[in-house]
Structures are given as structure tokens and as C-alpha cells.
């Protein structure tokens, strides 16, 4: 049904009104729409479990590029192709 959200002033707080009759005990439906689960923690206090928008888009993934940092590199480039770690250079 169609309704109106606004904000009261004398009770501080958001209120739904809606435009139209509703029936004692008819079932009432609110919809917080499509967003990111950042929104629906801060504004509802609550999360969606698999988020995604209807293009497979995730707006709670952030790609990030990662580069090997140099001294992981040097770790690594000690590792043998078996998986094993050659330690000589750790040796004291």
C-alpha cells in the first residue's frame, strides 16, 4: 500500500503512516529496498546474508590490488619447489 514516511518532531523519531484504510489484523509490509549492508547496519541494525544486487554486483566486496612486499618476495624466492623452505640463510 502506498504510505508516507516522515520525521515528528514532538516524539523525535520517524514515523510510516499509510495513505490509505488498513483492517484490524491485515498483515502490513514495509520494504528497506535494495542497498549495502553497511546502510542496513546503520540505519536498521541488521545485515543481508548474500547481499547482491540482481547483475551479481556485491556492494560489500572491495577489489583490492595487492603487490608482494619484498621481503615476503625474498621469503619465497627461498622456497623450494617441493614447498620446503631453505633455512640456510636463517641459520645463526
Not at 27 to 56: P, T
Not at 83 to 91: K, Q
Request: glycine share 8%.
Amino acid at each position: 500500500s502506498d504510505m508516507m514516511w516522515t520525521f515528528c518532531n514532538d516524539m523525535q523519531c520517524f514515523t510510516i503512516m499509510s495513505l490509505q484504510a488498513i483492517g484490524a489484523g491485515e498483515q502490513v509490509y514495509d520494504s528497506y529496498g535494495q542497498k549495502c549492508n553497511h546502510r542496513f547496519l546503520l540505519n536498521y541494525g541488521f545485515c543481508v546474508e548474500r547481499n547482491v544486487e540482481m547483475d551479481g554486483f556485491c556492494p560489500n566486496e572491495v577489489p583490492l590490488e595487492l603487490g608482494l612486499d619484498l621481503a615476503l618476495a625474498m621469503s619465497l624466492s627461498t622456497m623450494g619447489s617441493d614447498g620446503s623452505i631453505d633455512d640456510r640463510e636463517c641459520s645463526e
